[in-house]
């Protein structure tokens, strides 16, 4: 009877209480809960670190083929007008093994659909930007290995061959790695092009799609700002899919890839992503505009990263598009599936929760017409 006497005491008094102090009680525990949050969201936000004056530099090949010294980058964010028609950056961490056959089929397409003998207009959807040129930003995000030599060298194979010019293929080396968010938006900070386009350096996406990204941007681009997704949702349940993740440990992979992708995605759209069905697919297209009002305002550097810039365009009203594209299964990633996924489910409430009490800032930016 005795260790039920507290029980029955708080029992008693809750009963005697009135209806308002029993509200105004649990109206305190609300509060409490919510500024525990907020604080807790302080602490563990997101905070890039700021650039190097060695990482707004770069480094390129002369027609000469030698390797030029350190160069500054442009800054996108306070640059006029585009001078190339379209970038692509590329986000390189010890990418020394895969990195040349991507640059290969990039270039090819890049120099057949934006060279000097290009002559409609391909990078400007009104038709007032720059019509041709091309840039390949590699942000080598601190790689250990060679990543970043290896990229010049194979620029300067291509100097003699005039596949290239001086200029083309610019490699920016950061001092520190910042994850693969980090080196995306510091590339983006710094491109030449009226588009932008982000593609991993293992090639597992078809270059040649990035045609399908900007038509598709185009159809939805509202006063200069848009953005195109690149897609792989279509191919999870294919034939193809399935019968090879019954083959090798590879393709299981692939499986587990798969199964993660809608969990993930089942997550999201608690978190208010629903139109987008691949979230984290490494191709994106952007245009010009949309990189100045979303990237100064990003603070995710990990694999997080694609869904605060899906939040941050949600919020400025800029219209994305998602665009199916072909997609392989390519060896060595860096992603550890079950401990980054794990990081990523965190990261996600984090980003989201520091939106929601104001701990990230959004922009003024978007399309002209929604902030009149």
């Known amino acids: 009877m005795g260790e039920d006497l507290p029980f029955g005491l708080l029992i008693s008094c809750l009963q ?69 028609a379209l970038s692509v950056v590329v986000p390189a961490y010890n990418e020394s093994e895969r990195l040349p056959d991507m640059l290969a089929e990039a270039v090819t397409f890049l120099h057949d659909e934006y060279g000097p003998n290009k002559k409609e207009i391909n ?58 968010g980090g080196a995306v938006a510091h590339g983006m900070r710094h491109v030449r092009g009226e588009y932008a386009v982000f593609a991993d350096a293992d090639g597992a996406s078809k270059f040649s799609d990035v045609k399908s990204l900007l038509q598709e941007l185009r159809s939805v681009e509202d006063d200069g700002f848009g953005i195109a997704v690149g897609s792989r949702a279509h191919m999870v349940t294919t034939d193809a899919v399935v019968k090879r993740t019954t083959l090798t440990l590879n393709h299981q992979r692939s499986f587990i890839r798969n199964f993660l992708m809608h969990s993930f995605h089942t997550l999201l759209k608690t978190f208010g992503i629903r139109h987008i069905h691949d979230t984290q697919c ?91």
């Open 16 to 84: 005697n209480a009135s209806v308002a102090v029993v509200l105004c009680g649990f109206l305190g525990l609300i509060g409490l809960g919510v500024l525990a949050s907020y604080i807790l969201i302080l602490l563990v936000a997101h905070t890039p670190r700021r650039e190097t004056d060695s990482e707004r530099t770069y480094q390129t090949i002369t027609k000469d083929g030698k390797t030029t010294p350190a160069l500054p980058l442009p800054d996108t964010y306070s640059s006029g007008k585009a001078e190339v």
């Open 282 to 372: 490494g191709f994106k297209l952007f245009s010009r505009a949309a990189i100045r009002d979303i990237f100064p305002f990003m603070h995710t550097e990990g694999w997080i990263f694609d869904i605060e810039i899906l939040l941050l365009a949600g919020y400025l009203s800029v219209p994305v598009v998602e665009v199916p594209i072909t997609w392989h299964e390519v060896t060595g990633t860096k992603m550890r599936l079950v401990q980054d996924s794990i990081r990523m489910a965190w990261d996600l409430g984090v980003v989201r929760l520091g939106y929601i009490w104001g701990v990230y800032r959004v922009g003024l930016g978007g399309p002209s017409k929604k902030r009149r």
């Open 123 to 180: 990078g400007n959807a009104n038709g007032t930007g720059a019509t041709t040129g091309w840039e390949i930003l590699i942000v080598d995000d601190g790689s250990t290995d060679s990543t970043a030599g290896v990229a010049l060298n194979w620029a300067r194979s291509q100097i003699h061959l005039r596949d290239i010019k001086e200029g083309d293929i610019r490699v920016c080396v950061l001092e520190k790695n910042r994850g693969k």
